[in-house]
C-alpha cells in the first residue's frame, strides 16, 4: 500500500507564500510523474504543475510564473512553492503520484487559503 502525506497548507494572505510537500512511503515500485492538483468549491479538480521523473515540468496557465515545482527522489517527495498567492488559489490541494506500473495514487488532501 502506498501513503501520500501532505503538508504545509493553511492560510496567508493575498500576496503571501506556501510551500507544499508530499512524501510518498509504502509499497511503491517506483514513480513516474508526481503532481499536484486543486479543487475549489464547486469546481472540478484541475492540474497545478506536475514533474517527471527526469524533471521536465508542466504548469497550469494560473500557476506559471508564481508556482514551482520540484522534487527530490531520494525522498520521493514533491515540492510546490506557491508565490504571489491570490483569493482564487484557495482550494484543498491534492499531491498526486504515478508508479512505474501506471497506478495512481493520490494524497488526501490540504487546504490553502488565501483572504486578508
Known amino acids: 500500500q502506498v501513503q501520500l502525506v501532505e503538508s504545509g497548507g493553511g492560510l496567508v494572505q493575498p500576496g503571501g507564500s506556501l510551500r507544499l510537500s508530499c512524501k510518498a512511503s509504502?509499497?511503491?515500485?517506483?514513480?513516474?510523474?508526481m503532481a499536484w492538483y486543486r479543487q475549489a468549491p464547486g469546481k472540478q479538480r484541475e492540474l497545478v504543475a506536475l514533474?517527471?521523473?527526469?524533471?521536465?515540468?508542466n504548469y497550469a496557465d494560473s500557476s506559471k510564473g508564481r508556482f514551482t515545482i520540484s522534487r527530490n527522489n531520494a525522498k520521493n517527495t514533491v515540492y510546490l512553492q506557491m508565490s504571489r498567492l491570490r483569493p482564487g488559489d484557495t482550494a484543498v490541494y491534492y499531491c498526486?503520484?504515478?508508479?512505474?506500473?501506471?497506478?495512481?495514487?493520490w494524497g488526501q488532501g490540504t487546504q490553502v487559503t488565501v483572504s486578508s
Open positions: 509504502g509499497s511503491i515500485f517506483s514513480i513516474n510523474s
Open positions: 498526486h503520484v504515478a508508479d512505474g506500473l501506471g497506478v495512481s495514487h
Open positions: 514533474i517527471t521523473s527526469r524533471g521536465m515540468t
